[in-house]
């Protein structure tokens, strides 16, 4: 396994901020130069055991959603502590509050892996919000991802399985067998566990193998719990909550044959989860071929050479499935670190957004202030993530979204404008507020005594791809065609922007 060998000696702010923006949503410059002053390995190990501490970002959570408009005056927040939760069938303000809610978790988590791998899970076992119908169910897996997001992945398979929105999603809980009849299985989640989520299309297995699959998962379903009144219609109560159980009255009995294994899926030791953990153990190698290419295609590189997929499938079979060991060796690996492994994925248009309103805007610790836009604020935005690409929690097939160049088309590029002018030039409001706060002069440490300097500040923090020369100079040109001073001024303040805006709409401000 050459290929992901450890890099090997010290590290530098870029090699950090490389990191960052894969592993989470990237560091400030001042924040890359203090971590590339600590051991590689180490650092990167504390990063993934997210070892960074939660009480702040905890404490700040259930205030989250309070805003106060100087203008408009205070804005009610929804029931605390969990609105989305508890109006989880209300489309309408639930699942925009929980794409708000999980935008905030992403701009603030000071463990930011576990939101990227929320992230990526989400991708990987795309569940949609339209047909679960249950906000609180939506929430739930998510929060599944960021507890399991580094646990093996066969546990985080099965748990995914018996997932209510997930059950919902693919027609488990519509997958009935009597016993001794010849009911026929409904297969819409065996089918995709296999070819979507494990193993991909006809990789080792057969028609047969899904029929019986279907069986062995027949009569699983959940149980309701923590029933609440709908707002709208207090006589009828909605689950905020859910326990996986297996409906015996409908769950088949008898043998099957499944990858080439007879198993008895009417013993209570094997309702079928048995079959599943053998997705892993009779099709390992397949499946750390799945891994393999779904992580270096999310992390590293879409086009990754058929050495490195070999590689990196060897690694996850040689660490059982291990998330977090492979993910520690991955990204310690000096493939990772390579050059050529640099600025050549797309950015997710939710990731890109969100990692940008890290750079920008203020800290957690001024973000709860009432006065400023919190996560509510964040349900201004996300209407413009559909409209970019990625309709976060809701996507339209179990596919997920088409990822890296399948992000930019003319259509969806005019809505990254967008949300370019909202985090550079404020043009995006929440009521009187903009939407991302930031003042120019949080942007700079020091006042910067050319042009260029601005630039290069800018570009510390934005981190674009490598903007040539003469488009630099162009941009510096048009700005400050009659010399250059540094002030508090609304012109300078403005240019300053301005210039933030062409970076960020630029081709090379897309690529991470």
Known sequence: MATFDAQQGSWAAPDVMHFARRAGFGVTPEAAATLAAQPIGATIDAWIDQNADM??????????????????????????????????????????????????????????????LALFFHQLFATGAE???????????????????????????????????????????????????????????AREILELYSLGVDNGYNQQDITNLAKALSGWTYTPLDLQPDPNNPQLLRPNDAAFRVNTNVHATGSVAFLGT???????SNFGDACVAAILTQRGTNCAAFLAKRLLTFFVNPNASSAALSDL?????????????????????????????????????????????????PGLAAAVVPTLPSFPAWRAVVPFFENAGQAVLDPA????????????NSNTARYRGKLAASLALGEILFGSQMIFPSTVASWFPAAPASPQAVYDRLAALLQPAPVPAPVQANWLNGLWTSGFTWDSSAATQAKVRELAFLILCSPHAQLH
Not at 262 to 268: E, L, Q, R
Request: proline share 8%; aromatic share 12%; hydrophobic share 45%.
């Open 55 to 116: 009480a702040a970002f905890n404490a700040a959570l259930p205030k989250a959603d309070v805003i106060n408009d100087p203008v408009r005056g205070a804005i009610p927040a929804d029931p605390a502590p969990h609105p989305f939760r508890l109006e989880g069938w209300r489309r309408q303000s639930g699942i925009p509050n929980a794409q708000s809610h999980f935008a905030w978790r992403m701009q603030f988590n000071p463990n930011p892996l576990q939101e990227k």
């Open 131 to 189: 047909k679960v119908d249950n906000t609180a169910f939506t929430v739930k897996q998510i929060d599944l991802f960021r507890a399991m997001g580094t646990a093996k992945f066969g546990d985080l398979l099965l748990a995914v399985s018996k997932d209510p929105a997930m059950m919902i999603w693919l027609d488990t809980v519509l997958n009935r067998v009597r016993p001794g009849s010849i009911d026929i299985p409904n297969e819409n989640y």
């Open 262 to 268: 007879t198993f008895d899926i009417g013993a209570p």
């Open 313 to 361: 499938q060897s690694l996850i079979l040689a660490q059982d499935f291990d998330l977090k060991a492979i993910l520690k060796l991955l990204f310690k690996s000096a493939y990772f670190f390579d050059a050529g492994n640099r600025y050549n994925l797309y950015e997710g248009p939710v990731a890109w957004t969100v990692r940008m309103s890290r750079m920008l805007c």
């Open 397 to 408: 097939g179990p596919n997920g979204w088409a990822e890296h160049a399948g992000w930019i």
